[in-house]
């Protein structure tokens, strides 16, 4: 079946699309390196380039708004009429607006490349991140030898913070790599998302199996050299959600019912598990029993909660060190932290209850249109056979490590994790709307996937 509106066409050519969608991925996952060597001025210039660019295909394009998500524009709706009561004002509109103009951008995206060009992109941009990583941490172990902190910064002789380090030359002493980012766990979630989308460029068939083992070694190498719990979990949950989807798309949709009972029932154990011995788990990784200082900070943001339960301070999305209220709020080892390390009870503390059930359901259905498009059972009546298109994994797999590490950071809520969740969700929403199953691999492939993976056994009756 082919799509009724796939992508905006004619007005934006392919290439131009896909090196936009590549160069901003790369860009919003490179996170510190960009203000760290180019000062925030500087990093301001190549962001605000970087949106006018998305900003012209969109323009370009004209795709409908109405074949996007509105559970996602209700949120951020939401997020603009907390203005009225906000007690930070001067920060909530500018902040509103960078969150609108990151949507924007995403919807460029979505509207112009098919779900096969989108995970190239993402898959390109991971990979380079990932390599620059490396070279960067080698650079600054072998040829400098010692930390270095952001090009813009000048302590003097006053002792710095370890957070503060741009790079702590950790790559050969066993201590956690930062790489580009400038921090381990969001080096970590790179590398899980650049294994995501080479392990299902491996599964069509249109990358080289040596080289895509190879990148695949690079993250998992990555991903050791950061020993990132929270990525840990997430790659856990990712790879326990991939087994479920494949198992229930074995089964026709009528006889799916005890297999989802069965799923839902395992689920609660190892969540009930999870929760009750999660004070030894995060002992036994290392991070202390209130997950390095997580506990407290959250303690002390439902502090906040109670105060303003229902409609909360005001949006503020990354929280701005010039406000007093969130500046002295997280201090832990001379580092001021300046995020709940939970999405959901920041979206609560700062839009109320409503803003988080509002998040909640654009989270949720963006999860569920994933979920339906990775275990949509379809026929060819030609083959009399069910043709599977392991691309139809990549959104879900993506949407689910996104939603398991948004538990302990807030990285949901701004920069890339917030443009490439709303790049699924608006990607997933224009494919349903356009009259094809959810998350449907469109677009030639080049070379054919493997056969292996191209046909599956039919349901059995």
């Given at each position: 079946?082919?799509?009724?509106?796939?992508?905006?066409?004619?007005?934006?050519?392919?290439?131009?699309?896909?090196?936009?969608?590549?160069?901003?991925?790369?860009?919003?996952?490179?996170?510190?390196?960009?203000?760290?060597?180019?000062?925030?001025?500087?990093?301001?210039?190549?962001?605000?380039?970087?949106?006018?660019?998305?900003?012209?295909?969109?323009?370009?394009?004209?795709?409908?708004?109405?074949?996007?998500?509105?559970?996602?524009?209700?949120?951020?709706?939401?997020?603009?009429?907390?203005?009225?009561?906000?007690?930070?004002?001067?920060?909530?509109?500018?902040?509103?607006?960078?969150?609108?103009?990151?949507?924007?951008?995403?919807?460029?995206?979505?509207?112009?490349?098919?779900?096969?060009?989108?995970?190239?992109?993402?898959?390109?941009?991971?990979?380079?991140?990932?390599?620059?990583?490396?070279?960067?941490?080698?650079?600054?172990?072998?040829?400098?030898?010692?930390?270095?902190?952001?090009?813009?910064?000048?302590?003097?002789?006053?002792?710095?913070?370890?957070?503060?380090?741009?790079?702590?030359?950790?790559?050969?002493?066993?201590?956690?790599?930062?790489?580009?980012?400038?921090n381990a766990n969001l080096l970590a979630m790179v590398?899980?998302?650049?294994?995501?989308?080479?392990?299902?460029?491996?599964?069509?068939?249109?990358?080289?199996?040596?080289?895509?083992?190879?990148?695949?070694?690079?993250?998992?190498?990555?991903?050791?050299?950061?020993?990132?719990?929270?990525?840990?979990?997430?790659?856990?949950?990712?790879?326990?959600?991939?087994?479920?989807?494949?198992?229930?798309?074995?089964?026709?949709?009528?006889?799916?019912?005890?297999?989802?009972?069965?799923?839902?029932?395992?689920?609660?154990?190892?969540?009930?598990?999870?929760?009750?011995?999660?004070?030894?788990?995060?002992?036994?990784?290392?991070?202390?029993?209130?997950?390095?200082?997580?506990?407290?900070?959250?303690?002390?943001?439902?502090?906040?909660?109670?105060?303003?339960?229902?409609?909360?301070?005001?949006?503020?999305?990354?929280?701005?060190?010039?406000?007093?209220?969130?500046?002295?709020?997280?201090?832990?080892?001379?580092?001021?932290?300046?995020?709940?390390?939970?999405?959901?009870?920041?979206?609560?503390?700062?839009?109320?209850?409503?803003g988080l059930v509002l998040f909640a359901i654009y989270?949720?259905?963006?999860?569920?249109?994933?979920?339906?498009?990775?275990?949509?059972?379809?026929?060819?009546?030609?083959?009399?056979?069910?043709?599977?298109?392991?691309?139809?994994?990549?959104?879900?797999?993506?949407?689910?490590?996104?939603?398991?590490?948004?538990?302990?950071?807030?990285?949901?809520?701004?920069?890339?994790?917030?443009?490439?969740?709303?790049?699924?969700?608006?990607?997933?929403?224009?494919?349903?709307?356009?009259?094809?199953?959810?998350?449907?691999?469109?677009?030639?492939?080049?070379?054919?996937?493997?056969?292996?993976?191209?046909?599956?056994?039919?349901?059995?009756?």
């Amino acid at each position: 079946m082919t799509n009724t509106w796939p992508v905006a066409r004619g007005t934006v050519p392919e290439r131009e699309a896909f090196a936009f969608a590549s160069t901003l991925l790369g860009v919003v996952f490179a996170g510190d390196a960009v203000p760290n060597t180019l000062t925030w001025v500087g990093a301001g210039v190549l962001w605000a380039l970087v949106a006018a660019w998305g900003i012209t295909i969109l323009v370009r394009a004209k795709p409908p708004l109405t074949r996007t998500p509105r559970s996602l524009w209700f949120f951020l709706a939401w997020c603009l009429v907390s203005l009225v009561w906000s007690h930070w004002r001067y920060a909530t509109l500018p902040s509103i607006v960078v969150q609108v103009v990151c949507a924007a951008v995403a919807f460029a995206v979505a509207s112009t490349l098919t779900w096969r060009r989108i995970l190239d992109a993402t898959s390109l941009a991971m990979r380079w991140v990932l390599a620059l990583s490396l070279l960067f941490e080698a650079f600054v172990a072998v040829v400098l030898r010692h930390p270095i902190a952001p090009a813009w910064t000048d302590y003097g002789d006053a002792k710095i913070p370890d957070a503060f380090y741009f790079s702590r030359a950790e790559l050969f002493t066993g201590g956690r790599i930062q790489g580009l980012p400038g921090n381990a766990n969001l080096l970590a979630m790179v590398a899980l998302l650049a294994a995501i989308a080479v392990g299902v460029q491996l599964a069509e068939g249109r990358i080289r199996r040596a080289r895509a083992i190879g990148w695949l070694v690079v993250a998992a190498v990555v991903f050791l050299l950061t020993r990132s719990s929270t990525v840990a979990a997430a790659a856990v949950v990712v790879a326990l959600v991939l087994v479920v989807a494949l198992w229930i798309r074995r089964t026709p949709t009528d006889r799916r019912t005890p297999r989802y009972l069965v799923v839902a029932a395992a689920a609660l154990v190892l969540a009930a598990v999870a929760f009750v011995a999660r004070g030894a788990v995060s002992e036994l990784l290392g991070k202390g029993s209130d997950a390095t200082g997580r506990g407290e900070i959250w303690a002390k943001v439902l502090g906040l909660v109670d105060q303003h339960p229902v409609v909360g301070w005001g949006w503020i999305g990354y929280w701005w060190p010039s406000i007093p209220t969130l500046a002295d709020l997280a201090h832990r080892k001379g580092v001021t932290y300046l995020q709940a390390h939970d999405a959901y009870l920041d979206v609560w503390m700062q839009t109320g209850i409503i803003g988080l059930v509002l998040f909640a359901i654009y989270a949720l259905t963006t999860l569920h249109r994933g979920w339906a498009g990775a275990t949509r059972i379809g026929y060819d009546a030609r083959l009399e056979q069910r043709p599977f298109d392991p691309v139809t994994l990549f959104p879900l797999l993506v949407v689910v490590a996104l939603l398991v590490q948004s538990v302990a950071e807030s990285r949901l809520l701004y920069q890339g994790n917030w443009i490439l969740f709303a790049l699924l969700a608006i990607k997933s929403r224009i494919v349903l709307v356009g009259d094809e199953p959810a998350s449907t691999g469109d677009g030639p492939r080049t070379p054919p996937a493997r056969r292996a993976f191209r046909r599956l056994p039919a349901p059995r009756a």
